[in-house]
């Protein structure tokens, strides 16, 4: 059984992500379906509409963590999802196409330093394992107010650490591309 206070944290941390995520691709939406194209795994007609439903899934997804009782359903749509994005970059490295941006950075679309790599299928992966916590049971106890401040230092924390693996993520791949490093099949 998972603690009441780790259940927590990892909703409202996936739930704060996704809603960023998808207010992000939102905003810059001309930008998310240049990148979306860029994948080439879609047939041109289908682009403006996926990234409608990338935009919808996500903040549907961000909605449900933090609002939704019962988070197995939310956790298990959390990781099919992660899965796919997992899967569409690892085709496009593998097909020598790590010059592209993966789409999810908060701050860079196109032409921007978040660039696809390795990292970013392992750090997809590794949020999908958090997300399989997010499906266990929760143990019962009460909230007390260290709980409280334990949980606002762990989501800061795990904040932190997702913005810092992201940004070493973004430096090695800038660090290869300056260094010619990657490949560009145009």
Same mark, same amino acid.
Request: charged content about 15%.
């Given at each position: 059984?998972?603690?009441?206070?780790?259940?927590?944290? !990892?909703?409202?941390?996936?739930? !704060?992500?996704?809603?960023?995520?998808?207010?992000? *691709?939102?905003?810059? $939406?001309?930008?998310?379906?240049?990148?979306?194209?860029?994948?080439?795994? $879609?047939?041109? *007609?289908?682009?403006?509409?996926?990234?409608?439903?990338?935009?919808?899934?996500?903040?549907?997804?961000?909605? =449900? #963590?933090? /609002?939704? %009782?019962?988070?197995? $359903?939310?956790?298990? %749509?959390?990781? @099919?999802?992660?899965?796919?994005?997992?899967?569409?970059i690892?085709?496009?490295?593998?097909?020598?196409?790590?010059?592209? +941006?993966?789409?999810?950075? /908060?701050?860079?679309?196109?032409?921007?330093?978040?660039?696809?790599?390795? #990292?970013?299928?392992?750090?997809?992966?590794?949020?999908?394992?958090? %997300? =399989?916590? =997010?499906?266990?049971?929760?143990?019962?106890?009460?909230f007390?107010?260290?709980?409280?401040?334990?949980?606002?230092?762990?989501? %800061?924390?795990?904040?932190?650490?997702?913005v810092?693996a992201?940004?070493? @993520?973004?430096?090695r791949?800038?660090?290869? +591309? #300056?260094?010619?490093?990657?490949?560009?099949?145009?």
């Amino acid at each position: 059984m998972l603690d009441p206070l780790v259940a927590t944290a !990892i909703s409202i941390g996936f739930g !704060i992500m996704f809603l960023l995520g998808a207010v992000h *691709k939102l905003t810059a $939406l001309a930008e998310f379906r240049a990148i979306l194209a860029d994948y080439r795994l $879609l047939p041109a *007609k289908a682009v403006d509409s996926s990234a409608l439903a990338v935009i919808g899934a996500e903040a549907c997804l961000g909605l =449900g #963590w933090l /609002f939704v %009782a019962e988070t197995r $359903l939310v956790a298990t %749509a959390t990781a @099919i999802l992660l899965l796919i994005y997992a899967a569409a970059i690892a085709v496009n490295l593998r097909r020598g196409r790590t010059h592209i +941006s993966c789409g999810c950075g /908060f701050g860079q679309f196109a032409g921007g330093v978040d660039l696809l790599s390795g #990292w970013l299928v392992a750090r997809n992966l590794l949020l999908v394992a958090v %997300a =399989g916590l =997010g499906s266990l049971p929760v143990a019962e106890r009460t909230f007390g107010a260290l709980d409280y401040v334990t949980l606002v230092a762990a989501l %800061a924390t795990s904040m932190l650490l997702f913005v810092c693996a992201n940004q070493l @993520i973004q430096n090695r791949a800038a660090i290869a +591309s #300056w260094r010619g490093g990657t490949s560009r099949d145009e």
